[in-house]
């Protein structure tokens, strides 16, 4: 008899379950949340529009809150007031932007580099290379200290690298060279649980690198951005801003016209657009209509 399964179900199928004295005990896939509290601005790099950069400074708090650029992921070892983003945002109005950096572990985890992280409303990660955060910052009191901004209500942004960064797997962190993507840096801050992020998508025709890490850990949601574009992040869900596209990479398709008469790839290795207002719920891994 022929089985009545489609084939690119049974790995699926299988993966749910494991074998242990002999009893079958359903294995559930790890869902993909945000932060409970807080907003998160995860955008693709390039240059962005102040729709971006003033939506995150809203949800930090304010033209008056205290906003934290971080441009370590650049590779200097020193860097002006005026570096990046932070002078856009003082541009647009903010009035309270400062700008911190070290190379150096024992200093990120130091009393003095992190006060002003105590009540930053904001912190912002510039681009470079992701892996770069991690060996500055990871395990350290800035670190937590990040989080606490989540836990107080504030917000975590960041571009390219930045946005990579605040993904539970850390697309692209190989020290040797950025096109290796499962390198020796494979974990990343996790203010998004079970997602791997890539950034420049379109822009670089890295639209489907991601399937490298995805055919490995296909338990992982995959967020490609494109420049100049940005998901907002609130709770489970976000909403797409910018000039450009986000790709959703959850093994299945979406269309705003349908896709019953489209001829599609195989569940694996599919991914579809999402737009300027398109919004998506990360932990039923689904479009909102």
């Known amino acids: 008899m022929k ?5 690119f179900v049974l790995p699926l199928f299988f993966a749910f379950f494991s074998c242990q004295n002999n009893q079958i005990i359903a ?3 790890p869902l993909t949340t945000g932060p409970e509290t807080g907003s998160i601005v995860v955008a693709g790099g390039g240059r962005l529009g102040d729709d971006i950069l003033l939506k995150f400074i809203e949800l930090a708090g304010g033209m ?13 070892h020193n860097y002006n007031q005026d570096v990046g983003v932070a002078s856009d945002f003082r ?3 903010a009035q309270n932007v400062q700008v911190i950096h070290t190379n150096d572990p024992d200093i990120a985890n130091s009393p003095t580099f992190t006060q002003p992280l105590e009540n930053a409303g904001g912190v912002w990660f510039g681009g470079g290379r992701q892996w770069r955060l991690v060996d500055a910052y990871g395990g350290t009191r800035s670190e937590e200290l990040f989080r606490a901004v989540l836990d107080r209500g504030g917000a975590i942004g960041g571009s390219s690298a930045g946005a990579t960064i605040q993904g539970s797997y850390l697309a692209r962190g190989d ?10 840096h494979e974990e990343g801050f996790g203010f998004i649980k079970n997602i791997a992020i890539d950034q420049h998508v379109l822009a670089r025709n890295r639209q489907f690198d991601l399937f ?3 055919d490995k850990r296909p338990e992982l949601l995959g967020i490609g951005l494109d420049e100049g574009t940005a ?6 869900t976000f909403e797409v801003m910018g000039a450009s596209y986000v790709l959703i990479y959850d093994q299945s398709f979406w269309s705003s016209e349908g896709s019953d008469s489209k001829q599609l790839p195989p569940a694996e290795r599919s991914f579809y657009f999402l ?15």
């Open 212 to 214: 490298t890490i995805l």
């Open 64 to 76: 008056e809150t205290p906003l934290i650029v971080i441009p370590t992921a650049a590779g200097n």
């Open 27 to 29: 294995q559930p896939t």
């Open 231 to 236: 998901i907002i992040v609130q709770g489970d």
């Open 275 to 289: 737009r300027e207002g398109d919004r998506y719920d990360m932990k039923q891994r689904k479009t909102i209509e």
């Open 175 to 184: 020290t040797k060279n950025n096109q290796i993507m499962m390198g020796d």
């Open 3 to 7: 089985s009545i399964f489609p084939i």
């Open 91 to 93: 541009r647009l109005g």
